[in-house]
Antibody, heavy 118, light 107 residues
Framework: QVQLQESGPGLVKPSETLSLTCTVSGGSVRSNYWSWIRQPPGKGLEWIGYIYYTGSTNYNPSLMSRVTISLDTSKNQFSLKLNSVTAADTAVYYC????????????WGQGTQVTVST | SYELTQPPSVSVSPGQTASITCSGD??????TCWYQQKPGQSPLLVIYQDTKRPSGIPERFSGSNSGDTATLTISGTQTMDEADYYC??????????FGTGTKVTVL
């Protein structure tokens, strides 16, 4: 059973960089696609981007200029960096796996709340 | 950008059938899936590739997708099915788009 766990600061100041890590257990990041999704308070879900085990990435065009997703195969982790954050980036951030079919997200982390505030 | 629209809420009596729609331009040409999200929990995949159920998801959950509308049907709805439901579409041009979400109330 694949499990994902997000970690990182729960509070980020405006204009700074949000950094989160997702640790994968029960599976290897050396296969499949790995993704980040967020959910602002009381709102719906928004796909941020994904990374393939080869290192290739694909980002939501609305966030592309501020997002970087990277992979650390030695730690079985992948990470999210979102720079120049504002209050609009306050959300629960989820990491998730895309199976080989890549049409849906089959395993999700529990999510981590990130608040952008001074 | 591509948009998916869902009704904000659906109410259903226990044992009855709930139908949740998801509308988007030529949605039937894309793969659609559905997630169930209970308060404080992460989304749970209940239908993928329009009609398929993941292992462990009850048979009362079913899906369809044609034209501009995908539908999630919950037959014999139980109180444990009360949750928010999100559709999500994928194709190579639009990538991953989520619907606006529907709150299902069982009363």
């Amino acid at each position: 059973q694949v499990q994902l766990q997000e970690s990182g600061p729960g509070l980020v100041k405006p204009s700074e960089t949000l950094s989160l890590t997702c640790t994968v257990s029960g599976g290897s990041v050396r296969s499949n696609y790995w993704s980040w999704i967020r959910q602002p308070p009381g709102k719906g879900l928004e796909w941020i981007g994904y990374i393939y085990y080869t290192g290739s990435t694909n980002y939501n065009p609305s966030l592309m200029s501020r997002v970087t997703i990277s992979l650390d195969t030695s730690k079985n982790q992948f990470s999210l960096k979102l720079n120049s954050v504002t209050a609009a980036d306050t959300a629960v951030y989820y990491c998730a796996r895309l199976p080989p079919a890549i049409t849906h997200f089959d395993y999700w982390g529990q999510g981590t709340q990130v608040t952008v505030s001074t | 950008s591509y948009e998916l629209t869902q009704p904000p809420s659906v109410s259903v009596s226990p044992g009855q059938t709930a139908s949740i729609t998801c509308s988007g331009d030529k949605l039937g040409d894309k793969y659609t899936c559905w997630y169930q999200q209970k308060p404080g929990q992460s989304p749970l995949l209940v239908i993928y590739q329009d009609t398929k159920r993941p292992s462990g998801i009850p048979e009362r959950f079913s899906g369809s997708n044609s034209g501009d509308t995908a539908t999630l049907t919950i037959s014999g709805t139980q109180t444990m099915d009360e949750a928010d439901y999100y559709c999500q579409a994928w194709d190579a041009t639009t990538d991953y788009v989520f619907g606006t979400g529907t709150k299902v109330t069982v009363l």
